[in-house]
């Protein structure tokens, strides 16, 4: 019988999870297709055939309120044009008329603007032996495609870009702050009434004239309105999510360097390859849906008006769609993974997320056969809408590479860590966190009843804050910035040469923690 | 076996051995017939196997869902006869079945 299992924790804001959520996933799919999360209050379907059932089933598992967890929530009216938070068929009114923007044809068409963006940002680092995929390219191309397609004009690409990614990104551990979140994005209302009133061959004029049918069954043009809120929407989805998709291809392609060679030699494999890198690691790794109706799963009721989170990266790894799921390859058998969704709200912009893909994959390996990431450098980040690279940097010369590859970059820490304090205490502490066990090392200096010190892991050294002791219990904080900028709070008891207690990471979860004395 | 032909844009003609369950652009895909692109491997998501199927057909095949109607308005050159052949799965009853594939799915 299949129940819902407490002994599994997965939320989408738990920093713990964002380095490798897929053992927690594998886990949620394995054990508990349905699992309820009590802290947040909200459901997580994991199996492919629910998912894939669960985004087609639009009466049941709505997108009225949204598709994001938080949005759900909050349930905030939803403005006219915000067509990701419709059913149809007021959804249907507004999205028509828009595939126009985004079919396979139309896309194609800009090939050569795509190549010329991405050659714009390539070529001025061939000689530098290095480059970055989200800084110099994930961050560059996307932009100015969609940019280019609405008729943004370059001067106010950086404005939209960094305002979408405001919008979009949390802090770590914490859902996302939606007092202060808008729908309408600044720097497009001035554009689009000056476009209104000088109108051009672009997106945006096209969208301004356009005439569609909508709920009501009345033929009108888009209001000014709704044309800033579509452009703000389409401007942020065309920036962020593909922006994620070439971090992921360099990075996964930079830990199969056979396959990349494959690719590097026989060109016609780059779409493949491309659905591969979206299978396995997608952007998007969850969509949530207000549940509209009573439904029962695996033996789960989920009540009207529930939340429930699609763990869409999940699905992508089922063994029972696909088989060795947790391999990367490039020629597996082609079945559609769920990273651009299905059904009524699949992807709009799934052909042009694809060609950029393609042609982003295809220009650097014009100019970088191979290159290995420094993940000591790079930072993920995971929020309820996208998981991916805000930076990630890569050698594409040998000569830039440090020596013995990455297992010299990740001994390089230890190196530089400061020496102990004199008169203190060492120990050596293990965090059991979700992604396994964590070593560190505390020195602790007693003054009273005031503690200091420092603790030492492979992400750094940091000092110990608020430190206190009040009889065999010590508490403390360090602020860390990897894996995501967070505050631990230790509280630890400490019998004799054996400590045990737990730390909370960031604002939600807690791991265990045992220690051993190693000096006095 | 059900056969299925297929016929380019130029004319050029492909008939095949369909295996019953599979769907026509995964069989179209396993014989190298050229001229589906498939993208999303047979999500109905993205409208790039596009085809046009002889009328005297559809009342086997069955009108397309709501999901294949709205996908379609990704294809290129789309007709009261187009489908995607994602959608179409192969019975029995389809053995002849001819299907036309449009100039370009992009």
Known sequence: ?520 | MPKITFIESDGREHEIEAQTGASVMEMARAHNVPGLDADCGGGCSCGTCHVYVRPEWRTHIGEPNEFEVATLEFAVDVEANSRLSCQIKITDQLDGLVVTLPASQR
């Open chain 1, 1 to 520: 019988m299949t129940s819902v299992d407490k002994a599994i924790h997965w939320d989408p804001y738990n920093p713990a999870y964002f380095n490798n959520p897929h053992p927690v996933f594998t886990r949620l799919r394995e054990e508990a297709p349905v699992y309820y999360n009590e802290e947040y209050d909200f459901y997580t379907i994991s199996r492919y055939e629910d998912v894939q059932a669960g985004l087609a089933d639009y009466r049941t598992f709505s997108s009225s309120r949204g598709d994001i967890l938080e949005f759900i929530k909050a349930n905030n009216p939803v403005p006219p044009g915000v067509f990701i938070m419709m059913d149809p068929p007021v959804h249907t009114a507004y999205r028509s008329p828009l595939t126009r923007f985004f079919t396979p044809k139309r896309v194609a068409s800009l090939e050569p603007q795509i190549r010329d963006f991405c050659a714009k940002s390539l070529d001025p680092l061939i000689e530098s032996g290095e480059f970055n995929f989200i800084e110099n390219l994930g961050k560059e191309m996307p932009m100015r495609v969609i940019g280019m397609l609405l008729g943004v004009p370059e001067e106010d690409l950086k404005t939209v870009q960094s305002d979408a990614d405001a919008k979009l990104t949390t802090e770590a551990g914490k859902p996302m702050d939606l007092t202060e979140h808008t729908f309408v994005g600044a720097g497009f209302e001035d554009y689009i009434d000056w476009r209104m009133k000088n109108p051009s061959d672009d997106g945006m004029t096209e969208m301004l004239n356009l005439e569609f049918k909508d709920e009501t069954g009345a033929v009108r043009k888009l209001t000014r309105d709704e044309v800033v809120i579509i452009c703000s929407m389409l401007g942020a989805a065309g920036n962020e999510t593909t922006n994620r998709l070439i971090g992921w291809t360099g990075k996964v392609l930079a830990e199969h360097p056979d396959q990349r060679r494959q690719i590097y030699e026989n060109r016609a494999l780059i779409p493949q390859a491309i659905e591969e890198i979206l299978r396995y690691e997608p952007p998007g790794p969850s969509v949530a849906r207000y549940v509209a109706k009573d439904v029962e799963l695996h033996g789960v009721k989920i009540p009207e008006g529930s939340s429930v989170c699609m763990l869409v990266a999940a699905a992508n790894r089922d063994g029972r769609k696909f088989a060795n799921p947790n391999k990367f390859d490039i020629q597996r058998e082609r079945l559609p993974h769920l990273t651009f969704g299905q059904g009524f709200h699949a992807c709009l912009g799934n052909a042009l997320a694809r060609i950029e893909g393609r042609i982003a994959l295809d220009e650097v390996l014009n100019r970088f056969p191979d290159w290995e990431v420094d993940l000591d450098n790079a930072y993920l980040t995971s929020t309820s809408t996208v998981r991916g690279w805000e930076t990630l940097p890569a050698y594409t010369s040998k000569a830039k590479r440090r020596p013995g590859g990455k297992k010299a970059a990740q001994a390089a820490p230890q190196a530089n860590t400061p020496a102990p304090i004199p008169g203190a205490e060492s120990w050596k502490l293990t965090m059991k966190t979700p992604m396994g066990p964590q070593e560190m090392t505390a020195h602790l200096v007693r003054k009273g009843d005031a503690l200091t010190g420092r603790l030492d892991s492979p992400q750094g050294s940091e000092s110990i804050s608020h430190g206190k002791i009040s009889g065999n219990t010590l508490t403390w904080t360090v602020s860390v910035t990897k894996p995501a900028p967070m505050q631990l709070g230790f509280e630890v008891q400490i019998n004799d040469n054996a400590l045990a207690g737990h730390a909370k990471l960031g604002a939600f979860g807690k791991a265990d923690i045992v220690g051993e004395r190693i000096s006095s």
